[in-house]
């Protein structure tokens, strides 16, 4: 039988498995560097308020710095039955340093030291999720800049609708990026707010120093409720819906890239070292990178949940349940850091065929709504215009002819307004120029938001 921390008032051994069931240290012990860096803060400030002697605090800050180092280097075992991180960390400095390491638990409990260490976590995860972005918004600049003039089609419904840029619909996944990256930085400063001191749930006898452990650890502020201090994970659910957003976000854009790969739309090739084969059929080159991302988008959105169930039903304060926040927090932070990474080097590798691309924005009636635009500015009420240009589509859906196959002629048995000009007046290039609009597609407009993007990014 091995004495646990907490066995005094024990007459028995905890039977094995539940040793087994309780113990968090298989995956808690992620949080090895948050749990000293939280430890050695708390030491020091114990020493300097004098609540514990000051040579037992460097004692312990020392033991702690050499333990952190032999985790960092993988030299530690841990032990399942000293259950969970902050166990194992205190019952190996107390093997280490001895009488010391008995004093750093002082005014503390690990519910209030658990949640520090999810803050900290949380608070690291979220400065390498808005990296990620960042440089994911880099690469989409970048493409965007060069196809300013790249002629392809919107889409609605997935049906052909006005004609756009390339360079447009890439800015429309930055706007999607940069409100993520912001949603990473709010998470940030939520997670940004120290709980020691608020005990096992009711605070402490201890006349412990917050502001000074906070400043230690470069957190803004304190918890302002020790009951809250210890039960709150709403910074770990911004995280998750911060991490499920950015999922969703990547995961259009992959169905996107799933499309337009196929031979049907081919407007982009996948470079062959982001791409798989088939055990099967010889001839095949699947975008399974960009699937894969689009299937990961299901199980962060599984992370989000299960802890806002978990969550849900737990009476104040700290709850055994919430040890089941971890698994949820840390495979998000996996699944999003890995899909961020792959997703980017997969589109920068794109290949874009761009003659299909205008090909594409020719065909299809793109744009319809510009022939009837240009009746408008002749006179026509837009209604009407609808109606004409409505009835010229159905003709040349018949003919299977585009808009700018007909001939002057023909276009005037549908309404006489439309002179020779209308032909340049309906290229895609004139249906992008004229949407010169902030927001719009024109290519000054773009080159607007861009370098609105890349201030953004700036800031
Ligand atoms: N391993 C626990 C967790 O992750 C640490 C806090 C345990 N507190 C307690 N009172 N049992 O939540």
Redesign the pocket.
């Known amino acids: 039988m091995s004495a646990k921390l907490w066995g005094g008032r024990f007459e028995k051994a905890t039977a094995g498995i539940v040793d087994a069931f309780?113990?968090?240290?298989a995956f808690?012990q992620r949080l090895f560097r948050q749990d000293i860096r939280g430890s050695i803060a708390h030491a020091t400030m114990l020493g300097e308020q004098g609540i514990i002697p000051q040579a037992d605090a460097d004692r312990i800050v020392e033991g702690l710095r050499g333990i952190l180092a032999d985790a960092e280097a993988g030299r530690i075992q841990w032990r399942q039955d000293a259950?969970?991180?902050?166990?194992n960390v205190e019952a190996l400095l107390t093997d280490r340093i001895g009488e010391a390491g008995k004093r750093l638990h002082t005014g503390r409990?690990?519910?209030d030291?658990?949640a520090l260490?999810?803050r900290l976590y949380t608070m690291d995860a979220c400065l390498e999720m808005k990296a990620g972005v960042e440089a994911l918004c880099e690469a989409l600049l970048q493409t965007a800049e060069a196809h300013l003039q790249t002629m392809m089609s919107g889409y609605t419904h997935l049906q052909k609708a006005q004609p756009i840029t390339l360079a447009h619909h890439l800015m429309a996944y930055v706007q999607m990026f940069l409100r993520d990256r912001e949603r990473f930085a709010q998470a940030h400063a939520r997670a940004a707010v120290m709980p020691l001191g608020s005990g096992?749930l009711a605070g402490t006898t201890y006349p412990l120093n917050r502001g000074r452990v906070a400043e230690l650890l470069g957190f803004p502020a304190v918890t302002q409720n020790s009951l809250d201090g210890v039960s709150d994970r709403d910074f770990a659910l911004d995280f998750l819906y911060a991490a499920s957003v950015t999922m969703m976000h990547l995961s259009r854009f992959c169905e996107e890239l799933c499309l337009w790969s196929s031979q049907e739309f081919s407007y982009v090739v996948m470079d062959d070292a982001y791409s798989t084969g088939s055990s099967i059929m010889p001839q095949k080159k699947n975008p399974d990178v960009a699937e894969l991302v689009r299937g990961k988008t299901g199980r962060v959105y599984g992370d989000l949940q299960a802890l806002l169930v978990t969550l849900k039903g737990l009476p104040l304060a700290?709850n055994?349940d919430?040890?089941?926040?971890?698994e949820a927090l840390f495979d998000a932070h996996d699944t999003l850091s890995i899909c961020l990474k792959v997703f980017t080097a997969m589109f920068e590798t794109l290949t874009f065929r761009t003659e299909r691309m205008e090909r594409g924005a020719a065909e299809g009636f793109a744009n319809a709504t510009d022939a009837a635009d240009y009746l408008v500015r002749h006179g026509l009420a837009f209604r009407d215009a609808h109606e004409v240009v409505g009835r010229l589509v159905a003709y040349c859906v018949k003919e299977n002819k585009a808009l700018l196959d007909l001939p002057l002629e023909t276009l005037q048995t549908f309404s006489p307004a439309f002179e020779a000009d209308v032909f340049e007046a309906i290229s895609p290039q004139a249906c992008v120029a004229l949407r010169n609009l902030p927001g719009g597609p024109a290519p000054e407009a773009v080159k607007a938001a861009i370098a609105a993007a890349r201030e953004a990014l700036a800031s």
Not at 22 to 25: D, F, K, L, R, Y
């Open positions: 309780n113990a968090s240290i808690d259950e969970d991180i902050h166990m409990s690990r519910n030291q658990v260490d999810m096992a700290y055994k919430m040890q089941e926040d971890k």
